[in-house]
């Protein structure tokens, strides 16, 4: 696997994954699980529950373990770059210039690419559905941890459902074979993760420590996007107040730029984390522009790099063990009642409001599922129908 062809794919993703992250984690699916077959059904489960255990944003964690699978520490550097770059050019230049652009004049084509990704969510839900819950027990747990999502939203809520369904699973699941798995094709041992791990720690305490003592501009900004990107559970949405308590309260962004720059990243591709690329631009400390953007944005994703690094040699070993396997079948199915809640709210319930637009939704599934279109396609074809009907 060459690194461009990395790049490319993640690239290709970056410029047309709209619909936020639980519609990244289906363009994930439909791209490596079905079309290229870099990663396995049960291996792509494991990993969106490594990742939903993990702080940070989950879609961006997994498109850097799947990098990391096929190309190594590069692969999974250019794989982050490549889903990340889009949004994070368009991001930068908002903030550069956001006068020049008015969200509400593309009010339609913004709600096509949302009901596009209704159709995205929903073709990938049913495909792991069919894989993941085969029996009666297993689908009982899906719609089981769908309810709990539907009915309690706070951040933990999906790390209890997690925990809870492999212990069930662990106890009354039976695993008589070793699960699906594609092994890692570049082997890098535990040591290695044991490194990354004490980096990510050390940064965490020692960051606050030196930013209170020299108070230089760029390890508050460091100091501050580094821990929002290590301690948020629940993907991007969930880092909003953390972010605005850091930038916003101390009076580094004013409150209006701060939401029309996060209305902005809900509306275009790519993982809503590069959110922080546009605060480092309109950041008023002492750099800002092109470079402050990238800096940001490199420290709030510096995290998922060392803790995916740090915990997936570890995660490599658990899995082999045959208690870990019974516990991973139920984690992977619960994993299907998340995205199947997750499909409900937020991606139905801001996109579907009439007849026209399931109708719209529902053509892009059977498209998807039926004829094999490709994601990117029912994308385009969903804006384009926005710009006539909607």
């Not at 850097?64 to 770059?85: C, H, K, M």
């Not at 689908?139 to 997690?162: D, K, R």
């Not at 369904?165 to 094709?185: M, Y």
């Not at 994703?301 to 690094?309: E, G, Q, T, V």
């Amino acid at each position: 696997m060459t690194l461009l062809e990395v790049f490319f794919t993640f690239l290709r993703l970056g410029l047309t994954s709209f619909g936020g992250p639980i519609a990244h984690l289906s363009y994930f699916h439909d791209e490596f699980v079905k079309k290229k077959k870099w990663i396995e059904e049960h291996s792509f489960a494991d990993l969106v529950a490594l990742c939903q255990f993990l702080p940070g944003p989950a879609s961006s964690q997994l498109g850097i373990a799947i990098g990391l699978n096929q190309s190594g520490f590069l692969g999974a550097l250019v794989a982050w770059i490549g889903f990340t770059l889009p949004s994070a050019i368009l991001l930068i230049m908002f903030g550069m210039g956001m006068t020049h652009f008015n969200l509400q004049s593309h009010q339609n084509v913004l709600h096509g690419l949302k009901v596009a990704a209704v159709s995205v969510v929903a073709q990938a839900v049913y495909g792991m559905w069919k894989k993941l819950c085969p029996d009666k027990t297993r689908s009982l747990m899906a719609i089981a941890s769908c309810a709990c999502l539907l009915f309690f939203t706070a951040p933990f809520v999906p790390l209890i459902v997690l925990i809870v369904a492999g212990v069930f699973g662990a106890f009354f699941f039976q695993s008589t074979s070793q699960l699906p798995h594609l092994p890692f094709k570049e082997k890098f041992g535990r040591k290695l993760g044991a490194s990354c791990l004490i980096i990510f720690f050390s940064i965490l305490l020692v960051s606050p420590f030196l930013r209170s003592v020299y108070q230089a501009p760029f390890l508050m900004l460091f100091d501050s996007f580094f821990r929002a990107g290590s301690l948020v559970f629940g993907g991007g949405h969930v880092v909003l107040p953390l972010l605005q308590a850091e930038v916003v309260t101390p009076g580094w962004v004013s409150k209006d730029l701060f939401m029309a720059g996060y209305g902005l990243a809900q509306a275009i591709p790519g993982p809503l984390f590069a959110f922080t690329a546009y605060l480092g631009t309109v950041s008023s400390l002492s750099f800002n522009g092109w470079s402050g953007g990238l800096f940001c944005l490199s420290a709030a994703f510096l995290p998922s790099f060392l803790l995916i690094a740090g915990v997936l040699p570890f995660w490599e070993k658990l899995r082999t063990y045959d208690r870990m396997r019974k516990v991973l079948l139920g984690i992977n199915a619960s994993v299907v009642g998340i995205l199947l809640a997750a499909f409900f709210h937020p991606v139905c319930s801001s996109a579907i409001f009439n007849l026209k637009d399931f109708l719209v939704a529902l053509i892009g599934f059977i498209l998807l599922e039926k004829w094999k279109a490709p994601s990117w396609g029912v994308v385009m074809l969903s804006a384009l129908i926005s710009l006539i009907i909607f």
